[in-house]
């Protein structure tokens, strides 16, 4: 958009919602069906026609060319000579070699859009449409974006959240409820030699998330639990408990629990890590929080975002003290809160 045009929106001689809602959505879904067709990883340093790509792809060429030109337009894919290639934006973000790849939570966030659909009815009857994790539980797939998707995440913010939460040389066990691929066991193991892991998660993601820990020959140090943490027994003896992006799938009360469980699982001392994206820090809201509760309407039955403080509360009322909260810079959105069981 040209400046020009922004001042345009801003002083309501255009229409802004025209420049919100749908220039973005017909963005969003090129970018994700550029994606999944996995034209990116093909574009990756090297030109190609339409007609090569296309072959490679599988699709319909001229309708590829179309897509292929939005890309352009967007800043995605550059063009010489009627061939393509990925722009620096995309070679970064979305190939599939780049560390700092987010192609898989793309496939992921796109797997949702079949769920958005029902968001209408959702907020009219009050009733879900769509339960996202059974619907993991039927289509492998769905599951494997979900689980990898979240390990582009946790590739974004592992250093920087291993660095904010301090364990102490005697610390020994670690538990990572929800830990899904384990990226963020690793991360610690790595820099803790003498801490050992427990990811602790649902069959599905346990599966994917031995894949990861085998891949980074970890396997000595991260073990994994299947479980339901809201029924079955997570442990005890922990020095340190990770509870990332699993609370805002479950209810206040249930979350409540599942926070008791932690502080009993947890030795004296220990310490509970919590990354959420929060709907409110203090009085001030999050755009990003809250939109992400949409997302949760639509897809999980019980989910939705919370503030600082309503977790600070459960913290509390269990008795855990210390309670911090830092600001993530390399996913802006996500807090982490820091908490201690007193010795
Ligand atoms: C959003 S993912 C977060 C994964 C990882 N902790 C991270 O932050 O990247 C939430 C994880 O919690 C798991 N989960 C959800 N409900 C659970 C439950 N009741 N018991 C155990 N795991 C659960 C999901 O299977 C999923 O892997």
């Known amino acids: 958009m040209t400046l020009v045009e922004m001042i345009a929106i801003k002083l309501g001689l255009a229409p802004a919602p025209i420049f919100d809602a749908l220039i973005p959505a017909l963005k969003s879904k090129a970018i994700f069906v550029a994606n999944k067709l996995r034209v990116f990883d093909r574009l990756s340093n090297r030109f190609l026609s339409p007609r090569e790509l296309a072959q490679e792809t599988n699709a319909d060429e001229g309708n590829l060319a179309m897509l292929l030109e939005v890309l352009v337009a967007v800043g995605y894919l550059k063009r010489k000579n009627c061939k393509y290639a990925n722009t620096k934006v995309a070679q970064q973000w979305l190939f599939e070699g780049s560390d700092k790849s987010v192609g898989n939570i793309l496939r992921h966030i796109d797997d949702n859009w079949a769920i958005w659909v029902g968001l209408e009815e959702t907020i009219r009857t009050g009733k879900p449409v769509f339960n996202f994790m059974q619907i993991c539980n039927e289509r492998p797939e769905v599951q494997r974006n979900y689980t990898l998707g979240m390990m582009d995440n946790a590739r974004m913010l592992a250093d920087e959240v291993v660095s904010k939460v301090k364990v102490s040389p005697q610390a020994r066990s670690l538990l990572d409820l929800g830990g899904a691929h384990g990226y963020y066991s690793i991360a610690f193991c790595r820099k803790y030699p003498q801490l050992n892991s427990v990811v602790f998660d649902l069959e599905g993601a346990i599966q994917i998330g031995k894949e990861v820990v085998n891949q980074e020959k970890m396997g000595d140090r991260v073990a994994f639990q299947v479980g339901d943490c809201v029924i079955d027994d997570i442990g005890s003896g922990y020095d340190v408990t990770l509870l990332f992006n699993l609370l805002h799938g479950e209810s206040p ?12 699982a947890l030795n004296r001392g220990g310490t509970i890590a919590i990354v959420e994206i929060l709907n409110y820090k203090g009085k001030k809201e999050s755009a990003t929080g809250l939109l992400f509760a949409l997302n949760l309407l639509a ?11 309503e977790i600070r509360g459960w913290l509390e009322h269990v008795g855990f003290a210390n309670i911090e909260r830092i600001e993530l810079r390399r996913m802006p959105g996500h807090s982490l809160m820091i908490a201690t069981k007193p010795t």
Do not use: F, L
Request: aromatic letters at 8%; charged letters at 45%; glycine letters at 8%.
């Open 253 to 264: 009360d249930t979350d409540k629990a599942i926070v008791k469980k932690v502080y009993d």
């Open 299 to 309: 897809g999980a039955p019980r989910g939705r975002t919370y503030s600082d403080e």
